[in-house]
């Protein structure tokens, strides 16, 4: 999603510090924890299951000397480690002041100071640009400067040692160039290159140019800039458009690389990659694949094109799978020696280009210091909760209070348990994915999903079918898709955009074999929140209800004939009798919630659960009550309440998970 469901810098201060001794015991497999906490003073009861994920997660990584650089990811605080190659080791460490990401490393020509930039919740008014002396990596990083965009994304340092960056973060704001010069310690704009970009993922810099790559995502399409890659004149400020037109219908420049006299450069969705000579913009190579994070060793150009890294030879033209191994999303590249040297999500891995074979060093051996981590999905069943983080998912088996992490390439964006299975919408691009703790196997893909519909965002059990039901949104392009995936037969049924070219498919739910789909459009056009009934089976429409919310939907769910649909930015309850067709109430919540929230139904109860609260819904009346106040969950991607056989309910508090029993209240509300 676009929008957090909270304020990241809030995680640790809701509990995760105190609890933090706790957390990082339990991060290797079947470690077991302190017995639970629990809140018995009146009604409901909360057993607080310790933290829900825990574990170092990176987003960004940078070889210099003999240390690979590694930025984390969703933890607070944010923090840079150095794994040392000769020694195998974490040797350094240091934190950020804010922002809960860190997707930008660079150093600078001396190999002396080392920058970081952060992604952050908002213009907060703190550096977002940060400095490490790596010539004193005890002393920790300092902030240097904040650009006027909400995040950086990408990092370059000229050989003269001014810093460029760039970001964006508000897909109604075009990002700009930002150039940091660390002799004045002024922070500079260069201006804006395409009003209609919604993100810059990419820089890079020489002695005479500044290259910067504009693009949509998360907010584009409907309009927005295809991508585009701007050479500026370092003397002039001035630029021109360089991307050549064979890739110019990508939606995204996304990765740029200065190697030995070319600019390698990364897009998205023409299958193709550039190299651009860079003494003459118009001399340029197409390398008719798909690649980021150019490294050039001799005559071979490396880059990354997952599932593996690749070379490319400028003397036969040949492209050659270095690395076979799927290990998932690699943030990085370099060359170390005669190897090509790349980091997972959970291991630095050294490449033998010659042999194509591969050494991989877990950074958790290697003592990376880990913590509590924002979440994903959640899902419970069969004595198991499942809590999606970044490249793992956590089972917490409620006999025995055990917590053991699965490798699962991306993020479990929702769940759902069925039959002791495991089933999650994986984020990015990645479908389906099913776990089985009877075979003990790792969790696999068991469904594709369209391309371009990368981002699953909501999923449920079709008990008359027999189908898992997903719904997805394409980032770039608009719109989303429907999904479903039959376990008993592997069959995998998908439509795209369902609801019309702009909803994407937010919130999924089930009743009497057919499928509910909850739209919602985040562009300034088009209908808003569109409930379509689907056949499931047919792969058809059978009829579709507009209940004229102001935003798109959150959430749904159906008890009775009713289903219950949360609204978007606080924009309110509404419930459609499933039997007349009609909008039957419509209600505030925005006492409960501010923007994104989770409908879940247990005892004959729908509850929900919003960044701030976890609530109820009278099943009569549809009178809102609160269940619990300030829970303020520690989520990624918007909160989320699912509960077991028996009615508990499960959600987070901060950075832990929690069990919520509401029996005394259920009792009172039955009729």
């Known amino acids: 999603m676009s929008t957090f469901a909270i304020n990241r810098r809030q995680l640790l201060q809701t509990g995760g510090i105190g609890g933090l001794a706790v957390a990082l015991s339990a991060m290797s497999s079947g470690t077991a924890q302190a017995a639970p906490a629990r809140t018995t003073t009146g009604a409901p009861q909360i057993t607080d299951l310790g933290p829900a994920v825990v574990q170092f997660s990176l987003m960004s990584s940078l070889l210099v000397g003999d240390t690979v650089y590694i930025g984390s990811r969703n933890l607070?605080?944010?923090?840079?480690?150095?794994?040392?190659?000769?020694?195998?080791?974490?040797?350094?460490?240091?934190?950020?002041?804010?922002?809960?990401?860190?997707?930008?490393?660079?150093?600078?020509?001396?190999?002396?100071?080392?920058?970081?930039?952060?992604?952050?919740?908002?213009?907060?008014?703190?550096?977002?640009?940060?400095?490490?002396?790596?010539?004193t990596p005890a002393q920790p990083a300092v902030g240097v400067g904040e650009t006027g965009d909400r995040d950086i994304r990408a990092l370059a340092v000229a050989p003269d040692g001014k810093v460029y960056v760039a970001g964006g973060g508000l897909t109604t704001n075009a990002p700009s160039l930002w150039e940091y010069d660390p002799a004045t310690n002024a922070m500079t704009s260069w201006g804006i290159p395409d009003p209609g970009a919604t993100i810059a993922q990419a820089v890079?810099?020489?002695?005479?140019?500044?290259?910067?790559?504009?693009?949509?995502?998360?907010?584009?399409?409907?309009?927005?800039?295809?991508?585009?890659?701007?050479?500026?004149?370092?003397?002039?400020?001035?630029?021109?458009?360089?991307?050549?037109?064979?890739?110019?219908?990508?939606?995204?420049?996304?990765?740029?690389?200065?190697l030995n006299g070319q600019l390698g450069v990364g897009v998205k969705g023409p299958g193709k990659s550039v190299l651009i000579n860079l003494a003459n913009h118009a001399q340029y190579t197409i390398i008719p694949k798909t690649g980021v994070m150019f490294r050039q060793l001799g005559n071979d150009v490396f880059f990354v094109k997952e599932p593996?890294?690749?070379?490319?030879?400028?003397?036969?033209?040949?492209?050659?799978?270095?690395?076979?191994?799927?290990?998932?999303?690699?943030?990085?590249?370099?060359?170390?020696?005669?190897?090509?040297?790349t980091v997972s999500s959970y291991d630095v891995i050294e490449i033998d280009p010659v042999a194509k074979t591969a050494v991989k060093h877990d950074l958790q051996q290697a003592g990376a210091p880990g913590g509590p981590q924002l979440c994903m999905g959640l899902a419970a069943g069969a004595g198991d909760v499942y809590v999606g983080g970044t490249g793992t998912i956590a089972r917490h088996q409620l006999a025995t209070d055990q917590v053991s992490y699965l490798r699962a390439t991306g993020e479990a964006k929702d769940a759902v348990v069925v039959g002791g299975?495991?089933?999650?919408?994986?984020?990015?691009?990645?479908?389906?994915?099913?776990?089985?703790?009877?075979t003990g196997q790792l969790p696999y893909q068991v469904a594709a999903l369209p391309a371009g519909q990368n981002r699953p965002l909501d999923v449920c059990w079709d008990a008359v079918n027999g189908l898992v039901i997903a719904g997805a949104q394409n980032d770039t392009g608009g719109g989303g898709c429907f999904a479903a995936y039959k376990p008993s037969t592997t069959q995998v049924i998908t439509k795209v955009n369902p609801i019309d070219a702009l909803q994407m498919v937010r919130a999924v739910a089930t009743k009497d074999g057919i499928a509910y789909l909850g739209g919602d459009n985040i562009y300034a056009t088009g209908p808003r929140s569109t409930v379509v009934a689907w056949d499931p089976v047919a792969n058809q429409e059978l009829w579709r209800l507009d209940p004229g919310q102001p935003q798109g939907i959150a959430a749904m769910a159906i008890h009775g004939k009713f289903l219950y649909g949360m609204s978007r930015k606080a924009a309110g309850l509404f419930v459609?009798?499933?039997?007349?067709?009609?909008?039957?109430?419509?209600?505030?919540?925005?006492?409960?919630?501010?923007?994104?929230?989770?409908?879940?139904?247990?005892?004959?109860?729908?509850?929900?659960?919003s960044d701030t609260t976890v609530f109820r819904i009278d099943p009569i009346t549809f009178a809102v009550s609160v269940v619990v106040a300030d829970i303020n969950g520690g989520w990624y991607s918007g909160p989320h309440i699912t509960a077991d056989e028996d009615g508990l309910l499960y959600t987070l508090r901060g950075p832990n998970l929690v069990r919520i029993d509401d029996q005394q209240a259920m009792q009172t509300m039955r009729r």
């Not at 607070?76 to 490393?105: C, E, F, K, M, W």
């Not at 399409?221 to 500026?232: D, E, I, Q, T």
């Not at 690749?310 to 170390?336: C, P, R």
């Open 576 to 609: 459609i009798d499933l039997d007349t067709r009609q909008v039957v109430h419509r209600g505030d919540l925005s006492a409960v919630c501010t923007d994104f929230g989770a409908l879940q139904v247990s005892r004959g109860i729908v509850y929900g659960v």
């Open 76 to 135: 607070n605080p944010v923090r840079v480690i150095g794994y040392h190659l000769p020694t195998g080791t974490i040797t350094s460490r240091t934190d950020l002041g804010s922002g809960y990401s860190i997707q930008a490393l660079a150093a600078d020509s001396t190999g002396r100071y080392l920058y970081a930039g952060v992604l952050r919740d908002g213009i907060d008014g703190k550096p977002n640009l940060y400095r490490w002396d790596l010539s």
């Open 308 to 341: 593996g890294v690749w070379s490319y030879n400028m003397v036969t033209k040949k492209i050659t799978q270095i690395l076979t191994e799927d290990v998932g999303a690699m943030w990085g590249l370099d060359v170390y020696g005669s190897k090509a040297l």
């Open 204 to 258: 890079a810099a020489t002695a005479s140019h500044v290259y910067f790559g504009t693009g949509s995502t998360l907010g584009g399409g409907n309009g927005s800039s295809p991508g585009r890659l701007f050479a500026f004149d370092r003397t002039t400020r001035t630029s021109t458009n360089i991307l050549p037109a064979e890739v110019a219908t990508g939606v995204s420049v996304t990765s740029l690389s200065v």
């Open 421 to 438: 299975v495991l089933y999650t919408g994986q984020y990015n691009s990645r479908g389906i994915y099913a776990y089985d703790p009877a």
